[in-house]
């Protein structure tokens, strides 16, 4: 998948992946525009839908939400912030981002993959810091 750019003074921001063969999980990558200094810095709310194409649950096209998260600020140029996990075949993955701490832009990237099945939701990633050696 390309980037997508996402802006939180835009009317929608959704970015969508295809898992192309069934996943359940999807990773999230952010590139955050330069930040000024002078700005407090964003911090994202996402949430994250799954839709869900099972015979099994019939021929209808079903859609669920995963609660939201607050991810950031981001520290590094481009780093995994998040990840979301659903326990059954997803076929595509919809990320929806806002902003309360003005303007905020991004370059995001979606990677669906499969996994240990279990967990449900959205996970956020922590960033580490390192000072001379130490985690921070």
Not at 48 to 74: C, Y
Not at 77 to 97: E, L
Request: charge should be neutral; aromatic fraction near 4%; proline fraction near 8%.
């Amino acid at each position: 998948m390309v980037g997508v750019h996402i802006d939180s003074e835009q009317k929608e921001n959704r970015v969508e992946a295809d898992a192309g063969l069934p996943s359940n999980h999807c990773v999230l990558i952010v590139e955050p525009a330069p930040l000024n200094v002078d700005d407090a810095a964003p911090v994202w709310r996402v949430s994250v839908d799954v839709v869900l194409r099972d015979p099994a649950l019939g021929n209808e096209v079903l859609t669920a939400t995963l609660p939201a998260v607050l991810i950031g600020p981001i520290i590094h140029k481009r780093q995994v912030t998040a990840i979301a996990r659903y326990p059954a075949p997803v076929a595509r993955w919809v990320w929806r981002f806002e902003s309360d701490a003005g303007r905020a832009r991004a370059r995001v990237w979606l990677h669906p993959g499969e996994s240990t099945r279990g967990e449900c939701g959205i996970s956020v990633v922590p960033a580490m810091l390192l000072r001379r050696g130490v985690q921070v």
